[in-house]
């Protein structure tokens, strides 16, 4: 069982950052990829960006490659999403996810199994 908690959200102007944070319970979470996945107002939920469980590989959506980073500190049990150049585009609520085990970098909302409540993040224009 993992659970996860976002924090971070709020409303910048575009050009700023925020980091968002993700922490998690649970023993698998050191064993499990973690992505973020966003919703914006009227729109499907979409893939962001995902962090294999070693740390060690990431793949990040075309929208914001370049602009976000993600990282995970596995002796907090935390993952992170730094969030930079930001454009109004951006605004939705952001949901972190813990992939099923196994996968190493999915894209898929159907290879995550655990899902946090989400943050939201306002980007004026």
């Known amino acids: 069982q993992v659970h996860l908690v976002e924090s971070g959200g709020g409303l910048v102007q575009a050009g700023g950052s925020l980091r968002l944070s993700c922490a998690a319970s649970?023993?698998?979470?050191?064993?499990?990829?973690m992505g973020w996945f966003r919703q914006g107002p009227g729109k499907e939920r979409e893939f962001v960006t995902v962090?294999?469980?070693?740390?060690?590989?990431?793949n990040y959506a075309w929208s914001v490659n370049g602009r976000f980073t993600i990282s995970r500190d596995k002796a907090n049990n935390t993952v992170y999403l730094q969030m930079n150049s930001l454009k109004p585009e951006d605004t939705a609520v952001y949901y972190c996810a813990a992939a099923k085990e196994g996968f190493s970098i999915p894209m898929l909302e159907g290879n995550y199994d655990y899902w946090g409540q989400g943050t939201q993040v306002t980007v004026s224009s």
């Open positions: 962090i294999s469980w070693t740390g060690e590989r990431t």
């Open positions: 649970g023993r698998a979470f050191s064993t499990r990829s």
